[in-house]
């Protein structure tokens, strides 16, 4: 089954960016048709933010279009989240998921990567 890793998150000053990556270990696209980024702020529900679709367009929540871009560099089995003008609300724990062929849901999570904006 697929593992999968986070790293890259940390603090920043609004405006600033970061880029995320989530390395998928027993990935193939065929098995896990889509990867996605979630983040999860204290007290709130943990929310969709990207995905990505084996050979489908890229989708976002409409909070972080134009600011976001997710991405999937398939000959290393990693998928990245570039994040670019930081807002204080974007600040939560990140989260990379995989959906395997079947599931109607995300079930597959890696363990989260720390996203601190600071106006």
């Known amino acids: 089954q697929v593992q999968l890793v986070e790293s890259g998150g940390g603090s920043v000053q609004s405006g600033g960016s970061l880029r995320l990556s989530c390395a998928a270990s027993?990935?193939?696209?065929?098995?896990?048709?889509?990867l996605g980024w979630f983040r999860q702020a204290p007290g709130k529900e943990r929310e969709w933010v990207a995905s990505?679709?084996?050979?489908?367009?890229?989708r976002y929540t409409d909070s972080v279009k134009g600011r976001f871009t997710i991405s999937q560099d398939n000959a290393k089995n990693i998928m990245y989240l570039q994040m670019n003008s930081l807002k204080p609300e974007d600040s939560a724990m990140y989260y990379c998921?995989?959906?395997?062929w079947g599931s109607g849901r995300y079930n597959y999570w890696g363990q989260g990567t720390q996203v601190t904006v600071s106006s």
């Open positions: 027993g990935y193939t696209s065929r098995r896990y048709p889509s």
């Open positions: 990505i679709e084996s050979g489908g367009t890229p």
């Open positions: 998921a995989a959906r395997e």
